[in-house]
């Protein structure tokens, strides 16, 4: 299932975005920084191991981990966390804990695009609560 996710993805619409990353405790300059940037995500497995690189103007990050294991990120936005991904049915499920926090990321393939969910499980705030983003796969020229 995780072939379905493959390939080299760019964003093309985000909601909540600028939310989001305030509820994280992003400062202003960074937000404005990163609301800014187009980033592409280069997502490949090599036996095991799944890769998932994400190349912008920003900030480029790159992880490494075999699905169902914990493994250790620092995030775009620096931060030091716990992660674990898994399948889900048609789901790829990116979990997050640092601090008591804790954030779910779930990309699905819908209509050949990659829809992302971000969910934050710390505060009430509806608002900040769910960022939605839509990527497509970059055409050929």
Known sequence: ?????????????????????????????LRNLAGLAKPRI??????????IKTESSFKNTEITFK??????????????????I???????????????????IRRQIVDGKMVVTLHQDWNATEIANCLGEIWTRPSIA
């Not at 072939?3 to 300059?29: C, I, Q, R």
């Not at 699905?67 to 674990?84: C, H, P, W």
């Open 1 to 29: 299932m995780i072939e379905h996710f493959l390939g080299t993805w760019k964003l093309v619409s985000s909601e909540n975005f600028e939310e989001y990353m305030k509820e994280l405790g992003v400062s202003a300059t």
């Open 42 to 51: 280069r997502i490949s497995a090599h036996g095991d191991n799944v890769n």
């Open 67 to 84: 699905l169902g294991e914990e493994f250790d990120e620092t995030t775009a936005d620096n931060r030091k966390v716990k992660s674990i």
């Open 86 to 104: 898994t399948l889900d049915g048609g789901s790829m499920i990116h979990v997050q804990k640092w601090l008591g926090k804790e954030t779910t």
